[in-house]
């Protein structure tokens, strides 16, 4: 019937999940932001690496 214990779980579920999506929605310029700035944190280290590596073989 409608209140079956699978029912009420499977709404539970589809409730939760919608409200996952609404939370990240909301949340898309953050994350965005906060992923260009681990991108270029990533980068600089990386030539920064890349320079020292270079350094230390050319003295």
Do not use: D, F
């Amino acid at each position: 019937m409608h209140n079956s214990p699978a029912r009420q779980l499977c709404c539970k579920t589809t409730e939760t999940a919608h409200r996952l999506v609404r939370w990240a929605a909301h949340r898309r310029r953050t994350a965005t932001g906060l992923l260009l700035r681990g991108a270029c944190y990533g980068a600089g280290t990386g030539a920064v690496s890349i320079l020292a590596v270079w350094v230390e073989r050319h003295l």
